[in-house]
DNA sequence: GCCACGAATGGATCGTCGCTCCAAACCTGT
DNA sequence: ACAGGTTTGGAGCGACGATCCATTCGTGGC
């Protein structure tokens, strides 16, 4: 075997540490950068220049890196979000930083859907009951207070992901996507479409933030008048 | 070129035609049986003895099939029920009937939270809309009404898929499945989740179709109180 | 009666994915 | 110096969705 001068040797070692800390963060920038699609094992190792041994040594698989990275994003979203002094705008706050969040991140919507028991979307059940108590909900409609706000916002967040989705699939620009799909509404059929029809002409004012509010709003407001007209008939 | 007796001819054509129809009815029977990964176009060709050509014919791709099943399931509930003469329980029974089919489907919660543009929940909000008309909401606020009530089932429905999903890969049966949240809930730090702590004990008590419909009344009663109240202050 | 041509079909094949596995490289204590 | 454990890099595996093309069927024109 005479001249092996130039035998492959394997890539030197990366200089930095790795951890699971360090692969999140790349993670996080991968899926805000190109969508929760973009990432995969292969662009992580490219990005972090390592193998799939590394990164697997301190991850478990793709779901847990995903989950990782959305407890980061909403544990660091909570803990920015001090409490509001004033109880009653407590909780429309809170909705408020989780929309825009999840506008931010629409691949955090969709996890959150996707895996309901992991530790994000408990710190905000935990979070809204907070708000829900301080604001004078009775301890017995509280769970059930709680299950309508949260259950109510992931229904939001999974439909930010799933617009976030489609945009990045058609790969137009935002406006450019909105007019296709106002286009598309337009072509519906008025006689079995009415209401959807007749909803068509809102949508150049359509403001989903502010739509999101109102439902925060209705669901607070049936929480109280439910609370207040039906204590404990039996 | 002698003996080419048994030359490998390819299998034989199927006796009777294959369809759209044909093949969303096969995707529907593998979804229900064993969920939503396990179709895959493997498994479709070799339920229906055929090959990738043949089903890539009668429809586009992956997403495409999926979105038909979920149509034609909705399509088949929106039908069967049949307007309810009250209309005060009429959004109730909608609600219902949607919840009770996505129990059976847990994969057209999923479905319907990933491409919420497609004709089942324009059916569905158009169905929501117009029950609500009938129950008083005034024309402006039909639209963002009907959003809440649609983003909260959304909702809903997408934690039920999960929870289905969940199921399918432990591997457990229900009870046993149930078991071993409960007792992940209760290994839960009390200080930390306070009221998730306090919740768990209704965990056994607990009853999802009870608490969605729970969730469905605050929302009715929160759009009656916010238009009743808010009778337009500009 | 036959043939030509489009529609329908079966299956080989491709590129990509998540993930496994193992040897090489590094670190640390003795 | 060296042994044992930890961390790293990357070849390779099986499964997936999707494409592609040769073959076969059905059918309308002559």
Redesign the pocket.
Known sequence: MGLMATK???????T????RDVIVKAAIEILDAEGE?????????VR??????????????????LAAATDDVVARLLADLVADAEPRQAPRALALGLFDAIVAHPWVGAQLNREPWRPALLDIYERVSEQLQALGVPDRALSDSASVLVSYILGVAGQNAANARALAASKMDRSAFLATVAARWSRLDPVKYPSVYKARTHLREHNDRQQFLVGVDVILAGIETVNRAGARPA
Chains 1, 2 share one sequence.
């Open positions: 492959p040797r394997r890539a030197p070692r990366r930095e540490a790795l951890s699609d973009a990432l995969t094992l292969r662009a992580l190792t972090l220049t390592t193998g799939y041994g590394a990164i697997y040594h301190h991850v478990a698989d793709r779901g847990d890196l």
